[in-house]
């Protein structure tokens, strides 16, 4: 059993490396938050450089980055956990009616733009979080700036199972 740990662990790392550098910073973008905890993997992505106000579509940086992170995700296996998240300021209410609902259409925007890339839809799954688990103070701009995020959550699976020793 320590021997399976040990091997996810690993290739937990392996893998946390290789979105690195992959979603590694371009001129100008903010960099992608990528952190393990649980045997899972959480990327994060600053909503306001990936959608307009109260808007669910992609924008390019965004998109690019998606684009990347799924060449990485094609060679995994695995179930990818969308969620979206936004700050508690009330948007324009012609757009979306609510944070919640705005929350669930940026991830599945996300999922959506994972799947055309080849990403199987039965390991895709989204949550619309709204203004549920903020990580900012939504009394100041840089707090809600911190909760406005799509966060994708990759479960470790094993690549491949582990030899046994020989008796």
């Known amino acids: ?3 399976l740990s040990a091997q996810l662990a690993k290739q937990r790392e392996s893998l ?3 979105i690195a550098r992959a979603l590694a ?3 100008g973008a903010a960099p992608v938050g990528i952190s393990t905890k649980d045997d899972r993997i959480y990327i994060s992505f600053n909503s306001d450089e990936g959608f307009a106000s109260g808007r669910a579509d992609l924008m390019l940086m965004l998109a690019r980055q998606l684009d990347r992170l799924a060449t990485v995700l094609a060679d995994t296996r695995g179930k990818v956990t969308v969620l979206g998240h936004t700050d508690d ?7 979306m ?6 929350s669930t259409a940026r991830a599945t925007a996300v999922a959506r733009h994972l799947q055309e890339r080849g990403i199987a839809s039965d390991r895709l ?3 619309g979080r709204g203004v549920k688990d903020p990580v900012g103070d939504n009394r100041t701009a840089a707090g809600r ?3 406005r995020r799509v966060e994708i959550i990759l479960e470790s ?3 491949s199972q582990p030899t046994s020793p020989q008796q």
């Open 1 to 3: 059993m320590e021997a």
């Open 145 to 147: 700036a911190l909760n």
């Open 125 to 127: 799954s989204i949550i």
């Open 97 to 102: 009616e609510s944070n919640l609902a705005l």
């Open 25 to 27: 910073p371009e001129a």
């Open 16 to 18: 946390s490396e290789r």
């Open 157 to 159: 699976v094993p690549t």
């Open 89 to 95: 300021a009330p948007g324009p209410r012609d757009r």
